[in-house]
């Protein structure tokens, strides 16, 4: 799992059993996580951390639906974040 990507469609309610089940698969808990909320949208955010904190990152999210991404394409999302920060 650590070189493949899966996204889940509007998972927040569901994303702490989604993130248990994939780290009972063999997912390392520290795998990227990056939630994209409003996406495509002017005011499109994103959450990211690790795969074992995704119930309280989908949280932080608030009510707007999202899409979660786990793997190589959450790093990559996130670490655009971090240079459109900087």
């Not at 698969?25 to 909320?37: E, H, K, L, R, Y």
């Not at 074992?52 to 790093?75: F, K, Q």
């Amino acid at each position: 799992p650590d070189q493949t990507t899966r996204v889940v469609y509007m998972p927040k309610a569901s994303a702490a059993a989604h993130a248990d089940q994939m780290i009972a698969d063999g997912w390392n808990p520290s795998t990227p996580v990056a939630f994209v909320v409003g996406a495509s949208r002017p005011d499109q955010r994103i959450v990211a951390g690790r795969l074992s904190d995704a119930g309280l990152l989908a949280e932080a999210c608030g009510p707007e639906p999202a899409l979660m991404l786990v793997g190589a394409l959450a790093a990559d999302v996130a670490a655009e974040l971090v240079q459109a920060v900087a």
